[in-house]
């Protein structure tokens, strides 16, 4: 039983809360799914295993591949002007 300054939940908030929480959890969800699938590929890659890597990228969207290609591109260059950094001090 309820005492005066208990209130019953109003359910309308209750499960529009209970549906925002779960849109974000879908998102962060995707967006692990979509990292995990990058670091795969880049792993992969970094192995040398084109045979695995070719099937591996056509499992992803277009979005992904586009994400991950500029992704390994920056990688790259910054990795280039950290070695040019490091030839300018030896």
Do not use: H, I, N
Request: proline letters at 3%; hydrophobic letters at 45%; charged letters at 25%.
């Amino acid at each position: 039983m309820m005492t005066e300054q208990q209130q019953a939940p109003d359910w309308a908030q209750v499960e529009e809360a209970l549906k925002a929480g779960a849109a974000s959890l879908g998102k962060a969800l995707e967006r692990f799914r979509l990292t995990l699938a990058a670091q795969g590929a880049l792993g992969l890659a970094y192995r040398g295993d084109l045979e695995s890597l070719g099937p591996a990228l056509a499992r992803m969207t277009p979005e992904q591949l586009v994400e991950v290609s500029a992704a390994a591109a920056l990688l790259g260059s910054s990795c280039d002007e950290e070695l040019a950094r490091r030839r300018q001090t030896t």
